[in-house]
């Protein structure tokens, strides 16, 4: 072995799957990482500790499969979620990548159809394609809004299996209201999925697509433990749904998918949440920070209800984006015409980033 025998060509991959180009942020040693919207607050001491506890004791049963229906794991996100949610409506997978992949396989897959608006999370028809099914996006708004009419228009005429609404919008940091949910779902025949992967950073009074779950047993609300909660190495998604939509997603999962190192280490970052989410009003003030800088700085940033901001202004964002890496800072380039996008890291991470870029000619 060692030598190169074939090319991706001589294999005989599906056919829907040649010239697709897998999912690739960038993952250099960089000392200034702010290119994967991560928290950068490492767990806090006394948390890590506690989370360790629990592990050493999963371990000691690690010779047995888990708990298949991971259902501590399930009662902690129920209690987490509140809005009167119970274990029975709750799923997790690794990562909430998983968590729609999940759904992707039990509702859409070969012949069906996945849909969204542009820009949004590149995931999305990666997921889409991968598990057989096809991908159909819609544009949104210049300024990435998404308008009732337009919504309800777009997807009665794509009339898609499955619908993905991000929000806050990945990579535009955009607000989604509630009104553009309802009409959605109303629209539609098909499963509706809010991802609100970023729902922590939103304003605190912000209501959650959660409010909307009664009587609606077509519409799923995702969350990741990836973003607010600084465990994205754990790989820890959820979803809170009608029961009945659960039962389609264990049809599709594979047994034991959860690792019982996993539920344990989830459980237990479960119980200490309000530590492991101190750090979420930091980084907001972050966030604001970088969007009035930016502004001074003449960029155009977006709103933003995440812990990242988009920002238009670039002249050159190859450009940008690789002065920014020769100055130690590594952002995302996320193939918008004119823009680059930021995560809000820590006080001091934040000020490296302004630093370098204001050290740097925009052109524009
Ligand atoms: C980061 C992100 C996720 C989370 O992915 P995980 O698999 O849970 O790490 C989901 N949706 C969006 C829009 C994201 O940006």
Not at 114 to 131: C, D, I
Not at 236 to 251: C, E, K, M, N, Q
Request: glycine share 8%.
């Amino acid at each position: 072995m060692g030598r190169v025998t074939a090319s991706l060509d001589d294999l005989p991959l599906r056919d829907d799957l040649r010239g697709l180009t897998p999912y690739g942020a960038p993952q250099a040693p960089l000392p200034i990482a702010l290119n994967v919207n991560e928290n950068t607050h490492p767990v806090p001491d006394a948390v890590a500790s506690d989370i360790l506890d629990d592990i050493a004791v999963a371990l000691r049963d690690v010779n047995r499969y888990p708990d298949r229906e991971f259902t501590a794991l399930r009662e902690g996100f129920a209690e987490y979620l509140g809005h009167g949610l119970e274990a029975k409506q709750i799923w997790a997978g690794n990562g909430s990548n998983e968590v729609l992949q999940h759904i992707l396989q039990a509702f859409a897959g070969p012949g069906r159809t996945a849909f969204s608006f542009a820009p949004t999370y590149s995931m999305y028809p990666l997921l889409a394609q991968g598990t057989g099914g096809t991908w159909v996006s819609a544009p949104r708004e210049p300024d990435y809004t998404i308008t009732v009419e337009d919504a309800v228009a777009q997807v009665k005429h794509a009339d898609p299996d499955v619908i993905l609404l991000c929000a806050p919008n990945n990579p535009t940091g955009t607000p989604l209201g509630l009104d553009v949910v309802e009409a959605v779902y109303d629209a539609a025949r098909g499963i509706v999925v809010v991802d609100e992967a970023y729902q922590e950073f939103a304003p605190k009074d912000a209501p959650s697509a959660l409010t909307l779950l009664e009587g609606r047993p077509r519409l799923a609300i995702s969350r990741t433990m990836s973003k607010a909660f600084a465990f994205a190495g754990a790989r820890v998604g959820y979803l809170a749904a009608d029961p009945a939509f659960i039962d389609a997603l264990r049809l599709v999962r594979l047994p034991y998918h959860l690792s019982a190192l996993t539920q344990a280490a989830a459980v237990a970052a479960l119980r200490n949440s309000s530590t492991m989410l101190r750090m979420v009003d930091e980084i907001v003030e972050q966030r604001d920070r970088i969007t009035a800088t930016l502004e001074a700085l003449d960029y155009l940033p977006h709103e933003s209800w995440s812990n990242f901001v988009l920002f238009g202004g670039v002249a050159d964002p190859k450009r940008t984006w690789q002065e920014l890496y020769d100055r130690g800072v590594l952002i995302r380039d996320v193939g918008i015409p004119g823009h680059l996008r930021v995560t809000a890291g820590t006080e001091g991470e934040t000020t490296a980033f302004l630093e370098a870029l204001a050290s740097i000619e925009s052109g524009a």
